[in-house]
C-alpha cells in the first residue's frame, strides 16, 4: 500500500475515533487532499484508494495534472484553494468544481460572468480574512455579509466561507469567529483545518480540511 493513502487511512480513523459523536451524527468532514507540487505517482493512489476530493493552488499547474484524469474519472471534486487571478477564470471553470477563494467583487464578477458564458456553475467559498493580516487576500469579517449579498445578487452558488488563520497563534478564537460568521451568513460548509490544525477545526464544525503534508510527505 502506498504511503499516501496509509497516511489517509491512518488520519480518517483518527477523526473518526477522537469525534465518535459527529460520526454518530453524520458530521465528519471531508478532506481535501492537498496535492499541489506533487506528482501523480503520489496523486494516482489516492484515486485508486477511492478519494475523491483534491486541493490545487494554481490553475495552470492543474490544467497539466488533471485534463486527463478529469476526463477519465468524472467523481474527482477537484477544489481551488489557492489565489485565482481574473484572467485565469475562464480555465479554472473547466477544471474545478469547487473555488475556496472567492475575495473580491472584481472576482466575483468575473465568475458570474464566465459561468454564463460556460453555461456552467461551481460552488463557491468565500475567503475571510480571519486575522485582519493586511499581507492576506481575504474579506474582512465586517465586509462579509454585503458581500455575501453582492454575491447572491450575481447568481452566485455560495455553499460557504474560508479562512487562513494566522500562524505562529492558537487558532481556536479564529475557528469560533469563523463558526460563528458562517452560522449568521446561514452557510452549510466551512473550509478551514490544515495538517497541524485539522483536529481543533473539526470542533467548531469545519467541513472541509485542507490536508496536504500529513497525507504526501513534506514537499522539496
Not at 478519494?51 to 492543474?62: L, M, R, S
Not at 485582519?132 to 445578487?153: L, R
Amino acid at each position: 500500500m502506498h504511503s499516501s493513502v496509509e497516511n489517509l487511512i491512518k488520519i480518517n480513523k483518527e477523526i473518526e475515533s477522537n469525534f465518535i459523536d459527529f460520526k454518530e451524527k453524520n458530521k465528519l468532514p471531508k478532506i481535501i487532499a492537498v496535492s499541489k507540487t506533487f506528482g501523480m505517482d503520489k496523486i494516482r493512489p489516492l484515486i485508486e484508494h477511492g478519494h475523491t476530493d483534491f486541493g490545487e493552488n494554481k490553475v495552470q499547474e492543474a490544467i497539466e495534472k488533471w485534463t486527463k484524469i478529469l476526463n477519465e474519472n468524472d467523481k474527482i471534486n477537484l477544489h481551488l484553494i489557492g489565489k485565482l487571478q481574473t484572467n485565469k477564470v475562464k480555465f479554472c471553470l473547466k477544471l474545478f468544481k469547487f473555488i475556496h477563494s472567492l475575495d473580491s467583487e472584481k472576482l466575483a464578477k468575473k465568475i458570474a460572468d464566465e459561468q454564463i458564458k460556460q453555461k456552467t456553475k461551481v460552488k463557491l467559498f468565500i475567503q475571510i480574512n480571519i486575522g485582519n493580516e493586511q499581507q492576506k487576500s481575504g474579506i474582512y469579517a465586517d465586509q462579509v455579509e454585503n458581500f455575501y449579498n453582492f454575491c447572491t445578487n450575481l447568481d452566485l452558488d455560495i455553499v460557504g466561507t474560508m479562512c487562513i488563520q494566522p500562524a505562529n497563534e492558537d487558532p481556536e478564537k479564529y475557528f469560533m469567529r469563523m463558526m460563528y460568521l458562517n452560522k449568521k451568513l446561514g452557510l452549510k460548509e466551512i473550509s478551514m483545518g490544515m495538517s497541524s490544525d485539522y483536529q481543533k477545526a473539526i470542533k467548531f464544525n469545519s467541513t472541509y480540511l485542507r490536508i496536504g503534508s500529513n497525507i504526501f510527505g513534506k514537499r522539496d
